[in-house]
């Protein structure tokens, strides 16, 4: 009679299933043990933090045929762990995700943990924007380590802002925190914000376009930025000292696009951020740095606008 298999082997062995199919990681877990402790976990309704000893529990043959077709589908489909159990954790909270949004992933949850210290005040009762909201994990997470503040997240994407919403309602903070539909700040007015967190789209059209299978399975919108990575974050630049409070800043995450930031705005003195636990291209500028180069920022936009009506007209 064959032995039954152990939590601990299904997750070995989808570990080397996934190594030999040649997965790619990055969302939420980073090597091919991870992602297989994840899906192994989510298959038998297990949480993250399950007991050591419980790993070596014989399963039934019903449960280890739930988790093989799930360890299958991950490598038929190539759509990352987090799509197919439909959540991802974000700064220790979780968050409901699907193909609507990106895996939450920035390191920018580090930040948050530690209620971006020491440029905010752990007591803040003022306002928080969470510009390109995604699944709404920034700005969310935010209201957790602000307990007395308010949050909006904002997107131009209605299918995001509905998965927003869908997280605002899991999290019970409609009181506190409200989707919007809009393109950077355009819909948001006279609004200002003691704290502007943004984790924009910051990949270049053509390297999109050679990302491995699992990044296809995320929305466009959400990746691609122009031919060098940089049209919304300059954007963001020009246009968010409008919509700071005195004293107020801005964090944005740029990823490996911050070579080409900097290349494009040597004069500007961005805090480039250090996280203890990986994650690199996240810069902090407050609302006086931004006024004071805004005139760089102005002329860089009205550039790229040109250089977009002059390719529009080329095509016509």
Same mark, same amino acid.
């Given at each position: ?149 308010? =949050?909006?997240? +904002?997107?131009? /994407?209605?299918? $995001? #802002?509905?998965? *927003? ?7 019970? &903070? !409609? ?75 801005? =964090?944005?995450? +740029?990823?490996? /696009?911050?070579? $080409? #930031?900097?290349? *494009? ?7 480039? &951020? !250090? ?42």
């Amino acid at each position: 009679m064959t032995s039954r298999q152990t939590i601990r082997q299904l997750i070995m062995d989808g570990a080397a299933r996934f190594e030999s199919a040649g997965l790619v990681f990055g969302h939420g877990t980073d090597n091919a043990l991870d992602e297989a402790a994840a899906l192994v976990l989510h298959a038998l309704g297990l949480p993250f933090d399950v007991p050591e000893a419980r790993l070596d529990k014989a399963l039934t043959a019903a449960e280890a045929d739930s988790v093989n077709a799930l360890i299958a589908r991950r490598i038929s489909t190539r759509k990352p762990a987090a799509y197919l159990t439909g959540e991802a954790w974000f700064a220790g909270l979780p968050f409901h995700v699907d193909e609507r949004v990106l895996v939450p992933r920035s390191p920018i949850a580090e930040l948050i943990e530690e209620g971006f210290s020491p440029w905010v005040d752990p007591a803040l009762d003022g306002n928080i924007l969470d510009l390109c909201t995604g699944s709404g994990c920034i700005g969310i997470a935010c209201a957790y380590a602000f307990p007395e503040a308010r =949050v909006d997240l +904002v997107d131009l /994407s209605a299918d $995001a #802002l509905e998965v *927003a919403r869908s997280n605002i309602r899991r999290h019970r &903070l !409609e009181a506190r925190v409200r989707a919007i539909r809009s393109d950077l700040f355009d819909a948001l007015g006279a609004a200002r914000y003691d704290l502007i967190v943004s984790n924009p789209p910051y990949v270049p059209d053509e390297e999109v376009r050679q990302l491995p299978e699992e990044f296809h399975h995320e929305p466009p919108v959400g990746l691609a930025a122009g031919t060098d990575g940089l049209d919304l974050v300059v954007r963001i630049l020009a246009e968010a000292p409008a919509h700071l409070e005195p004293g107020g800043i801005l =964090v944005a995450e +740029v990823g490996y /696009s911050q070579p $080409a #930031l900097q290349a *494009a705005f040597p004069d500007v003195p961005f805090l480039w &951020l !250090e996280f203890a636990y990986g994650g690199e291209g996240v810069f902090l500028l407050e609302r006086n740095q931004l006024v004071e180069y805004h005139p760089q920022f102005e002329q860089a936009v009205r550039a790229r606008r040109a250089v977009r009506e002059d390719d529009e007209v080329s095509r016509s």
